[in-house]
T-cell receptor, first 115, second 113 residues
Framework: GAGVSQSPSNKVTEKGKDVELRCDPI?????LYWYRQRLGQGLEFLIY????????KSGLPSDRFSAERTGESVSTLTIQRTQQEDSAVYLC?????????????FGPGTRLTVL | AQSVSQHNHHVILSEAASLELGCNYS??????LFWYVQYPGQHLQLLLK??????LVKGIKGFEAEFIKSKFSFNLRKPSVQWSDTAEYFC???????????FGRGTSLIVHP
């Protein structure tokens, strides 16, 4: 595709509900990152996928957070039993096989509000 | 662990003023450095990056940044800002061998016409 896309753009949910966020990376990009951005804060790394390797989940804040990626395409971030502190913008980024040193291309983000 | 500090959280300038946004990182080894920009209503996008070589890096839209290893700094500069430079600016660092960049908390720049 032309760029990284994310859906939904906005999600309002009630505390305790599960939510699923989707990321479509740029075609051919093997590396995919999820970040969280709380209001007034920098980007907080959540999880990293690289090709068929095991993902780096070291940034996931709790076991309520999980993510999957189908091959080298779509990724979904799932937050179970949402809490108010989960409210943030969730950003997805992808980069090419060059990986580490390559530019990350960001999606527009999903703004999650937990009431 | 790597950390990135952006000391200016909010900057307000008039058009044609000069700009310098500070960025300091903590890692002492090989480091790759980035500045990203997010214009209102748009995605985060790369402004410029430093991997090696000339420590003065030129980016898009007249921006440049200078890597000063002795000061652990990678400040962003522009000699004359425009109203269209109003945006959020993020500095990021990638330690040698790592694949997870560390981002600063961002600097909000407002340029008055």
């Amino acid at each position: 595709g032309a760029g990284v896309s994310q859906s939904p753009s906005n999600k309002v949910t009630e505390k305790g509900k599960d939510v699923e966020l989707r990321c479509d990376p740029i075609s051919g990009h093997t590396a995919l990152y999820w970040y969280r951005q709380r209001l007034g804060q920098g980007l907080e790394f959540l999880i990293y996928f690289q090709g068929n390797s095991a993902p780096d989940k070291s940034g996931l804040p709790s076991d309520r957070f999980s993510a999957e990626r189908t091959g080298e395409s779509v990724s979904t971030l799932t937050i179970q039993r949402t809490q108010q502190e989960d409210s943030a913008v969730y950003l997805c980024a992808s980069s090419s096989l060059a990986g580490v040193k390559d530019t990350q291309y960001f999606g527009p983000g999903t703004r999650l509000t937990v009431l | 662990a790597q950390s990135v500090s952006q000391h200016n959280h909010h900057v307000i300038l008039s058009e044609a003023a000069s700009l310098e946004l500070g960025c300091n990182y903590s890692y002492g080894g090989t480091v790759n450095l980035f500045w990203y920009v997010q214009y209102p209503g748009q995605h985060l996008q790369l402004l410029l990056k430093y991997f090696s070589g000339d420590p003065l890096v030129k980016g898009i839209k007249g921006f440049e940044a200078e890597f000063i290893k002795s000061k652990f700094s990678f400040n962003l500069r522009k000699p004359s800002v425009q109203w269209s430079d109003t945006a959020e600016y993020f500095c990021a660092a990638l330690s040698g061998g790592s694949y997870i960049p560390t981002f600063g908390r961002g600097t909000s720049l407002i340029v008055h016409p």
